[in-house]
């Protein structure tokens, strides 16, 4: 059974940081590319980051520059640094897998004062 279990969510303030993790199981980690998609409210779902079984990465231009991806296979593990954060990154984030589409249940992210 796959799971993929997201955490490190919560409420920061415009400026400050969160590091989000997924951990998965249930699939051969270094065979997937890891991406982290997110949810604003009354918005679409749109892709934030990925990185490949190779680790390179790919950003969004609306994070690039404040946002890391990384990723422990030791740990079957995908993290997203998310650094000076705004309001407009407040939104679920969910854990995503390629080529095989499995989905976590996600953690919110609120930005504000």
């Known amino acids: 059974q796959v799971q993929l279990v997201e955490s490190g969510g919560g409420v920061v303030q415009p400026g400050g940081s969160l590091r989000l993790s997924c951990a998965a199981s249930?699939?051969?980690?270094?065979?997937?590319?890891m991406r982290w998609y997110r949810q604003g409210p009354g918005k679409q779902r749109e892709w934030v980051s990925s990185?490949?079984?190779?680790?390179?990465?790919k950003y969004a231009d609306a994070v690039k520059g404040r946002f890391t991806i990384s990723r422990d296979s030791a740990k079957n593990t995908v993290y997203l640094q998310m650094n000076s954060l705004k309001p407009e990154d407040t939104a679920v984030y969910y854990c995503?897998?390629?080529?095989?589409?499995?989905w976590g249940q996600g953690t919110p992210v609120t930005v504000s004062s």
């Open positions: 990185i490949s079984t190779g680790a390179t990465t």
């Open positions: 995503n897998t390629s080529p095989r589409d499995y």
């Open positions: 249930g699939i051969t980690f270094t065979n997937y590319t």
